[in-house]
């Protein structure tokens, strides 16, 4: 083919001749590709295994929102749910786990509860003085 100009992409590398080429694995699932190899991208965790830690929820974002939804009945689960919260931020930045938005929604729960917890006290103070103040007696 006489005038034929084959065009090559400038940023993928030339294959290596020395090197015979990998044969290939098999077939794969439909639908489904094989994860590429080398390191993890940039800002992603490796596990033990060197995998990505993508699969897993931390325990603790879970436990932070539980305990701050438990907080409502019980008052004190606040205080579990932000401590929780603070814990598995920390940790998922660590190991690339998931569970962010779960950590993140346990602490928005947990402080507007303590708020709320610290209006409501400050209201009923509030009330029992104004009722003392006027001298209301029963008997």
């Known amino acids: 083919m006489r005038?034929?100009?084959i065009v090559t992409d400038p940023n993928t590398p030339e294959p290596r001749r020395d090197v015979p080429p990998v044969p290939p694995t098999g077939p794969s699932a439909p639908?489904?590709?094989t994860?590429?190899?080398g390191?993890?991208?940039y800002g992603q965790a490796e596990s033990a295994y060197g995998q990505p830690a993508t699969g897993k929820t931390n325990t603790l974002a879970i436990v932070s929102l539980v305990?701050?939804?438990v907080g409502f009945a019980t008052g004190i689960g606040?205080?579990?749910g932000i401590?929780?919260?603070?814990i598995s931020l920390g940790q998922i930045?660590?190991?690339g786990e998931q569970g962010r938005g779960l950590a993140v929604a346990g602490l928005i729960i947990g402080y507007i509860g303590i708020v709320l917890s610290i209006i409501v006290v400050i209201v009923v103070i509030a009330g029992l003085a104004a009722l003392y103040s006027t001298g209301v007696t029963t008997y």
């Not at 401590?83 to 603070?86: E, L, P, R, T």
């Open 39 to 41: 390191p993890p991208a």
């Open 67 to 69: 305990a701050s939804l």
């Open 78 to 80: 606040f205080i579990a």
């Open 3 to 5: 005038g034929t100009t």
């Open 83 to 86: 401590i929780c919260g603070h």
């Open 31 to 33: 639908g489904y590709s």
């Open 93 to 95: 930045k660590k190991t």
């Open 35 to 37: 994860p590429p190899a």
